[in-house]
């Protein structure tokens, strides 16, 4: 089967360059229209369902894209975007005067930001792995699509790909791109055979006319 991760379309967070985690935000007009064009590219890939954040960004961009196939969206509440506790909401430039004192570590990379009141990695990276592997047990020969946010999707492609969770991400998700898993059917892989392998990496190709 075919785990097709979708990123919501620009929100007014986005847009606002702020951290949104948890708060809720509207889509934009440029992710209304962004959405519509991932609708019409997931019809062309076959997607027969489709699951969906809870957060109303998400929300919006899965309601498009199951217009469009005809498959209402179902909530999925595992792959809510990261909780930042009392600094969800807060601008970039804010975080960075907040953080600007932060020690650097022996690496001579900045040390670890610690939000108050954040949900904690541990239980992000359980939420979110435990909800995509359901999805795609559920769906065994399917391709489904997941809309959710930046931060879930390049965790779990990190997990894909065999590598430790960690932040900054490694890798880009932008809004309305796509990351497709295909996971092996029949259960448990063989010895030595991945359980999923990392077909496409943020792939905004059907967003012509709307890249800045």
Not at 63 to 77: H, Q, S, T
Not at 195 to 210: E, F, K, S, V
Request: proline share 8%; net charge negative; charged share 25%.
């Amino acid at each position: 089967m075919r785990l097709i991760l979708v990123r919501h379309g620009e929100s007014v967070g986005n847009f606002e360059n702020r951290l949104q985690g948890h708060t809720d935000y509207e889509l934009t007009p440029r992710g209304e229209a962004q959405a519509k064009q991932t609708a019409d590219r997931l019809h062309e890939l076959g997607v027969k369902s489709v699951y969906t954040s809870p957060l109303r960004r998400a929300a919006a961009t899965a309601m498009v894209i199951g217009d469009r196939l005809g498959c209402p969206p179902v909530e999925l509440p595992g792959v809510r975007e990261y909780d930042f506790g009392e600094l969800a909401g807060a601008t970039y430039q804010e975080l960075r005067q907040r953080f600007a004192a932060n020690p650097v570590g022996p690496d001579g990379r900045p040390a670890d930001r610690v939000y108050p009141g954040e949900e904690g990695r541990h239980t992000f990276f359980e939420r979110v792995t435990g909800a995509m592997w359901d999805v795609a047990e559920r769906h065994p020969a399917d391709s489904v699509a997941v809309v959710s946010h930046g931060g879930p999707i390049a965790l779990f492609c990190q997990a894909v790909l065999g590598l430790p969770y960690r932040r900054p991400m490694p890798f880009a998700i932008d809004n309305c791109s796509l990351s497709i898993v295909q996971v092996h059917d029949g259960g448990e892989p063989a010895p030595g055979r991945p359980r999923a392998i990392l077909l496409t990496l943020n792939d905004r190709c059907h967003l012509q006319g709307l890249e800045e």
